[in-house]
């Protein structure tokens, strides 16, 4: 029935190397993980099954392009599948869940954040699913890159909705990584399929280049490959603009790609690289999720990747038609600094995290209500980290999420108010009345009072949003919604705020402390005077590898010895108040208090929190004047001065 399947549905005469293995441990009714390099087939390892098994598919998905990607192929082989996404009308929505309800639907995509939503967890409750499928799963350790906190929450909700076994997908993880995995999702040795990282036809190359040099050496490089397809990574937006224009100017078609840029002209870039009309992609590591091009002949890192994990995944782009591929790093230590302030950027202030906590003291009647915008600019917070922080919280077993809802809808008629009521009769055209009378119009878009509603006329907010939304459908009105509110019970109030904060504060630092070891890892890779392909594949524990591949630099006799970026000035001498004595004023005017340590020391290295954009901090003297100098060393020269 499998290799049945495998033909008539997907068209392939045979599987690739661990697909067999994996979906016949699904089938048999076991959990299982599929960890094969980018580009070697995990997809069809739920996709086959998924046919095969009684009920829904459930995939977990974190992009929305990797989810339109499988959803275009899924369709393309007559397969029953949707997705459920924030792109969608509430109608569109609403028919997939109706279709899942009624059992027409095999496969069903979401990201790990719906599941946050109380209706919708309402809704898969009742829902039969055969088997939950995690892609991109190393998301769920603590000890991965790419680590998403709501993907820890995974293994609860699978005992919530009673799915009776998992999938984990993956490109990149390393033992500790799938020891975590194994662990959370019961899975057993035997199940766990890896078909080794080790790619014989592509060469990874380190070349030790100045900062100065970089630019020259990338064009030269890539004129003597004549218009071979390529991918530039870079670490900035702005690099990507400046590269690919500087490229172009060289006489090599290139174009920029980062997520700064308005989807539909990245996906018309995506396009025409895919078509071959254009030759050199210069990306930050936006780019490439999903895209199934063969023919990739080169990916470049113009900058450091972030971690091995990271350059393991972009080096995958490369080759994927088995012809021979090369993957150059051009290697300094010039920009280490810039990666490891991405890392100390998003550890909280342990002030930051005790506001939280205070604020979250306040709730009343056991529930706490947030917006997370409004909440990361009072605490100072980022919004990643800070939900990084909500989800710690939920381990801990002192808040759990209800539901969202936007806390304003505007509407503007389409038609005119009474022909609107004219629609109505009875006790419905009461309802419409009293929406159109307490809704507060300014011009052209009229605010909805939910509290007058419910103060004067009994309204519940459901019916009137339940309304709303059908009078769009019906393009009576424009609907509008903004301020999305989260909606936490409170599970313990009796939490001792500053052990808490301290906790937590600890568990961040931690964390810190793992991502910078994790770039000085790769540094050592690059710098390594043994083989670059074993030392790779023997960090995702892959050790059926050759002693020497023969093909990448140190075998071909170019060991990197990585050139030290050019001398800093030294911190001492330096005075505290003449770089940032204007910063310091406004900040206390703003906050009552002067900046700590923490604050400061991301002023001066130039990484942004939410308190800097009110400050306007960018334009202030001072701000990354130091984003040269490493932000520990930045920090300790801080400390010891306002110590002094």
């Known amino acids: 029935m499998i290799e ?61 392009a990797l989810m339109q990607d499988q959803l275009a192929f899924l369709h393309q082989h007559g397969i029953a599948a949707a997705s459920i996404d924030s792109a ?6 609403a028919e997939t869940m109706a279709r899942a309800k009624a059992g027409e639907l095999k496969i069903l995509m979401i990201s790990v954040e719906r599941l946050k939503n109380e209706r919708f967890r309402h809704f898969i409750a009742q829902v039969p699913i055969s088997l939950l499928v995690i892609d991109e799963a190393h998301c769920i350790s603590e000890w991965g890159h790419n680590f998403r906190p709501d993907y820890l929450k995974l293994p609860d909700y699978q005992r919530q909705f009673g799915i009776p076994q998992a999938l984990l997908l993956t ?10 995995m194994r662990a959370k999702f019961a899975i057993a ?45 870079v670490t900035q937006q702005k690099t990507a603009e400046q590269i690919a224009e500087h490229l172009s100017r060289q006489g090599i078609g290139a174009s920029a790609y980062h997520a700064g840029m308005a989807h539909e002209q990245r996906e018309a870039i995506q396009r025409q690289f895919m078509a071959g009309r254009i030759g050199c992609i210069v990306a930050t590591i936006a780019f490439g999720m999903g895209i199934d091009k063969a023919d990739i002949r080169n990916v470049v890192h113009f ?3 972030k971690s091995i994990e990271n350059y393991s995944q972009e080096i995958g782009r490369a080759g994927r038609d088995g012809k021979p591929s090369e993957c150059l790093v051009l290697a300094n230590r010039d920009s280490l600094n810039l990666l490891e ?19 979250l003291a306040q709730a009343e009647g056991g529930q706490w209500e947030l917006m997370l915008n409004a909440l990361s600019e009072q605490s100072d917070i980022r919004p990643l980290p800070l939900k990084t922080l909500l989800v710690q919280l939920e381990l801990r077993g002192i808040i759990a999420p209800r539901y969202a809802y936007f806390a304003e809808y505007r509407f503007k008629y389409l038609l005119e108010p009474q022909a609107l009521l004219d629609k109505f009769d009875g ?53 509008e919604s903004k301020q999305m509110t989260e909606v936490y019970a409170l599970l313990d109030a009796a939490f001792d705020a500053e052990a808490l904060s301290a906790d937590l504060h600890g568990y961040f630092r931690r964390q810190e402390a793992s991502e910078v070891a994790r770039i000085h890892a790769m540094l050592e890779l690059f710098a390594s005077d043994s ?86 901090a960018r334009g202030l003297p001072g701000y990354a004047a130091l984003e040269a100098h490493p932000y520990a060393a930045v920090r300790a020269w801080v400390e010891a001065q306002l110590s002094a």
């Open 4 to 64: 049945q399947t495998l033909a008539e549905v997907f068209g392939y005469a045979g599987f690739r190397p661990g697909q067999d293995a994996a979906i016949r441990a699904v089938l048999a009714g076991r959990s299982a993980a599929a960890i094969f390099p980018t580009g070697s087939g995990k997809s069809l390892c739920y996709q086959l099954p998924a046919l095969l098994l009684p009920h829904l598919t459930l995939v977990i998905s974190p992009l929305l």
């Open 88 to 93: 969608q009308s509430r109608e569109a929505t």
């Open 171 to 180: 490109a990149t993880a390393t033992p500790p990584v799938i020891a975590d």
């Open 189 to 233: 040795a035997e199940d766990v399929v890896t078909t080794g990282f080790y790619r014989p036809n592509l060469s990874l190359l380190v070349e030790p280049v100045s900062g100065a040099d970089k630019r020259a050496r990338l064009v030269d490089w890539l004129a003597a490959r004549d218009g071979q397809p390529s991918i530039v990574y």
């Open 303 to 305: 900058d450091l990747p």
């Open 341 to 359: 302030n991405f890392v100390y950027g998003d550890t909280p202030e342990r002030t930051g995290i005790r506001r939280v906590l205070d604020e």
């Open 427 to 479: 006790e419905r055209r009461q309802f419409v009345e009293a929406i159109v009378a307490t809704s507060a119009r300014a011009r052209t878009w009229c605010t909805v009072d939910f509290d007058a509603l419910h103060r004067e006329h009994r309204a519940e907010r459901g019916r009137v949003v339940k309304a709303l939304d059908w009078f769009a459908e019906k393009r009576w009105i424009e609907l």
């Open 531 to 616: 083989c670059l392909s074993r030392r790779l594949a023997l960090y995702f524990g892959d050790e059926q590898v050759p002693p020497r591949c023969g093909h990448c630099s140190v075998c071909q006799g170019r060991v990197a010895r990585l050139p030290e970026p050019p001398p800093l000035p030294a911190l001492a001498g330096t005075e505290l108040a003449g770089l940032c004595g204007e910063f310091v004023s406004r900040y206390e005017r703003l906050k009552g208090v002067g900046p700590g340590s923490e604050c400061l020391t991301r002023f001066l290295c130039g990484i942004s929190v939410p308190a800097f954009t009110r400050l306007k």
